[in-house]
């Protein structure tokens, strides 16, 4: 178990926990890649989560902040809105997941 706590997680994260969130995104992403369309999973992956902003909440809680107006940001893939939000939510809470895998916190999260 991890003594990670919020302020830690932010000022460590893009220095010495650069390649964890890295792999966090990365294992999202194939699961997400095996399952859903490829091409709107590229989509979500390039236009929508290069821009998010992973925060540990404490408790074992991640989030991922995602930038305004998402499906806007989806160019040149043809989705239903219900359906491409649906993906997005499903692939954030894998990012999360994952996070607390590599932050070890997979039993603190109630």
């Known amino acids: 178990m991890s003594d990670l706590t919020p302020d830690e997680f932010e000022e460590q994260k893009y220095v010495d926990y650069f390649p964890k969130l890295e792999t966090a995104y990365k294992r999202a992403f194939d699961e997400m890649n095996g399952t859903y369309d490829r091409e709107l999973v590229h989509a979500i992956d390039q236009q929508v989560l290069s821009e998010s902003e992973p925060f540990y909440e404490g408790d074992g809680e991640f989030t991922v902040e995602l930038p305004d107006d998402p499906l806007d940001r989806l160019a040149a893939v043809q989705f ?9 939510d499903e692939h954030t809470d894998r990012i999360c997941a994952h996070l607390r895998d590599q932050f070890d916190l997979g039993d603190e999260k109630a």
Do not use: L, S, T, W
């Open 80 to 88: 239903e809105d219900d359906h491409a939000r649906d993906v997005i």
